[in-house]
């Protein structure tokens, strides 16, 4: 049933509490297709019409006038046969008569297509011949993103998407009044993260890039600009100076030091210098080089464009856009790894660019694609830092995190397990930035950190909570040069967590206290683990896991010696039981692969 605060929503609900998009939502479904192709027509064959309708008539004799309309083709055949048999008026009524279908069917899908919020979830209703019904259950909520073309921001339009925990589980509201999108997605963030009781909200106003509200619009046209130019930042954010911006000059010096651009430019000079040294011809590559390289870089800028990343009551909201702009809301607590990336370019400059891994994206989306779920394209490491706090509740909070975070991006890493000494053969020149550690093991807000790489720089920071399963392997390499490799698997998404390369031994004993770690956390944060007795209410918080919590940070009297570089953290525990398989359903897999010599 509808909540208490669906009166503050936009339109008439009916009994059920469906309520209608916006009724010039089939024109940007479809029926813009439509506009094109009647544009096409008129612009090709204007100098007939021009002749049928007016030149026919008072002008035809007149000899101040002349006009060229000749033409060539079997169209143009049809309309001289038209216009010969009187038939000219026929035709134009039959294809009004086609528009006035058009219009109507539009309406009629537009009746059809409906929405409603309820307590448990979102829905949307279309199709008349062909129905289809979607749900959102709000529990698995991952984002609600706002999407804005510039033809809908002309027309003062924005689609919705709310994403799901599901692959490819995506409600699509297309189209409302931007005021009124806005507006739906703060009721859907909200009851997402289950606050109830609140006093009805109201629409959000349209702010600049600074944060700061506009004044009141004098009239419609002025609020409809109002709208087209609004940043669409948090209020709150503006008001706590929780704000990442990313310069225009900083955007566009960072595409022209980027990987595509750097490879792009020595593709470009090797046909040149080719071109002028074996067959000029080869230069004729060039052209379509040039207009790949524009399209790549433009599209980067485009998205990239007055970047903001805000922090509001129930979620975290990044903007950008030049023509068309898109705002992706992230409630708290869905956020499943974090990485920050330094090519090899950007280090002069201190630049760092940030992606997350989030549920509810289909595999194409989710694999290994560099652009996909960028939180800050370019940053300082004080952005860095910033983002890192406003992502995971919990991490910078004091000097010593901040200390920590900076130590894991560009220091020294001390409290990091390094890579085995012949891990030189698996990770090249990434042997000496490579380590994992795990952070604030034993309090709730624990995280699993890995840096690697060397022509780009990444940390990668993953809370506990997220884990889903702890695998240890050992490819055919590793096993010949007496390493292993320790991963922690979360959502299907852009960031990897792993570190590869590292002593058997050491491995052996990350494993297992990374194990403990995940078991004890997890059991804690699930339902009724603050009942007397059981999770981190209780005094047998993470017992029974078979890798419990007070023995996972502290070696046994066996511990293998894995070197001196080996933190004492980190040593394995060959007297130490494997998890009970006992433990429930929804603790994580622990595989622990070929680790045993």
Excluded: C
């Amino acid at each position: 049933m509808p909540g208490t605060s669906d009166a503050a929503l936009p339109g008439t609900a009916d009994a059920e509490g469906w309520r209608r998009l916006h009724p010039l939502s089939p024109l940007l479904r479809g029926g813009l297709v439509l506009l094109v192709i009647a544009g096409i027509i008129v612009a090709n064959f204007r100098d007939r019409f021009v002749e049928v309708l007016f030149i026919s008539g008072l002008l035809r004799d007149d000899d101040r006038v002349d006009i060229d309309v000749s033409g060539e083709g079997d169209f143009i055949d049809l309309v001289d046969y038209l216009v010969e048999e009187g038939l000219a008026l026929l035709a134009l009524g039959i294809a009004a008569a086609a528009i006035l279908l058009i219009v109507f069917f539009s309406w009629i899908a537009w009746r059809f297509s409906t929405y409603r919020i309820t307590s448990d979830a979102v829905e949307a209703r279309r199709g008349v011949l062909f129905r289809s019904h979607r749900r959102a259950p709000l529990e698995r909520i991952q984002g609600v993103n706002l999407q804005r073309s510039l033809l809908a921001r002309a027309l003062g339009l924005t689609k919705i998407d709310v994403l799901t925990a599901g692959q490819g589980g995506k409600v699509e509201l297309s189209f409302l009044g931007h005021r009124d999108a806005k507006l739906v997605r703060e009721q859907i963030i909200r009851r997402a993260a289950a606050k109830r009781g609140e006093p009805p909200i109201a629409a959000p106003a349209a702010v600049d890039f600074a944060g700061r509200a506009y004044g009141e619009a004098s009239g419609r046209l002025a609020q409809r600009a109002q709208d087209f130019a609004d940043a669409d930042i948090a209020p709150e954010a503006a008001e706590t100076h929780a704000l990442v911006r990313v310069p225009v000059g900083r955007l566009t010096g960072s595409i022209a030091l980027s990987w595509e651009s750097v490879v792009t430019v020595l593709i470009l000079v090797g046909i040149i210098v080719g071109g002028a040294v074996l067959e000029p011809a080869l230069i004729l590559g060039v052209i379509p080089m040039l207009i790949v390289m524009v399209g790549i870089t433009f599209s980067q800028f485009n998205k990239g464009f007055n970047f903001v990343l805000s922090r509001g009551r129930d979620s975290v909201r990044t903007g950008s856009g030049l023509t068309a702009t898109a705002t992706e809301s992230v409630p708290f607590g869905r956020i499943h790894a974090v990485e920050a990336r330094q090519p090899l370019l950007w280090r002069p400059l201190g630049w760092w660019k940030m992606r997350i891994t989030t549920a509810g994206h289909s595999v194409a989306q989710g694999g290994q694609n560099s652009t996909q779920n960028v939180v800050l394209p370019v940053g300082v490491e004080a952005d860095v830092l910033r983002v890192f706090e406003t992502l995971l509740p919990g991490l910078g909070d004091d000097e010593r995190d901040l200390a920590e975070l900076r130590d894991g991006l560009s220091g020294r890493a001390h409290a990091y397990l390094g890579a085995g000494p012949r891990a030189g053969w698996v990770l090249w020149w990434g042997r000496r930035r490579a380590g994992a550690t795990i952070a604030d093991a034993e309090t709730q807000n624990a995280t699993m950190r890995v840096r690697r790489g060397a022509l780009t720089r990444s940390l990668t920071i993953m809370p506990i909570v997220r884990a889903q399963s702890v695998q240890l392997r050992r490819p055919l390499v590793h096993r010949m040069l007496g390493l292993a490799s320790v991963q922690a698997h979360t959502v299907l998404g852009p960031v990897r967590i792993e570190m590869r390369g590292i002593e058997l031994g050491a491995a052996q004993g990350l494993f297992d206290r990374l194990a403990a770690v995940v078991l004890r956390v997890q059991m804690a944060d699930a339902p009724g683990a603050g009942e007397p007795g059981a999770g981190a209410g209780g005094p047998d918080a993470g017992a029974g896991a078979g890798a419990g919590a007070p023995d996972a940070a502290a070696p046994g009297e066996g511990s293998r010696d894995a070197g001196a570089a080996v933190p004492d953290a980190f040593r394995a525990e060959p007297s130490r039981a494997e998890p009970s398989r006992a433990e429930p359903t929804s603790a994580p897999r622990l595989d622990r692969g070929e680790a045993a010599p």
